[in-house]
């Protein structure tokens, strides 16, 4: 079963930049990673995602300030966030989707890691 660890949130000002990591175990080389977040008392929502051949797909909420990549090497996948606003506090979770980007996933759902933007 795929197992996947999110690090890199934090508190940040208004105009800032967090880059956020996410450990996969798991057939790495083969798994489409998608990165989402749930703002409080808000549905879950996707931001971006990368192919295992690399090619990438944004979701309309943080479109051109942010980029998704994949290391290979160690397993990860990096979302690079800049200008940063308040309307992007959220937990950030990644998963393997299954079919679409936002439908079933592979992984259960991690704790995530939190993002809080500061105005």
């Known amino acids: 079963q795929v197992q996947l660890v999110e690090s890199g949130g934090g508190v940040v000002q208004s105009g800032g930049s967090l880059r956020l990591s996410c450990r996969v175990s798991g057939a790495f080389s083969i798994y489409h990673v998608g990165w989402y977040r749930q703002p409080p008392l808000t549905e879950r929502e996707f931001v971006a995602g990368?192919?295992?051949?690399?090619?990438?797909k944004y979701g309309d909420s943080m479109k051109g300030r942010t980029t998704i990549s994949r290391d290979g090497a160690k397993n990860m996948v990096h979302l690079q966030m800049t200008n940063l606003q308040p309307e992007d506090t959220a937990v950030y979770y990644c998963?393997?989707?299954?079919?679409?980007?936002?439908?079933?996933?592979?992984?259960?759902w991690g704790q995530g890691t939190q993002v809080t933007v500061s105005s």
């Open positions: 990368i192919t295992p051949a690399g090619d990438t």
């Open positions: 998963n393997v989707p299954t079919g679409t980007w936002e439908g079933g996933f592979l992984g259960p």
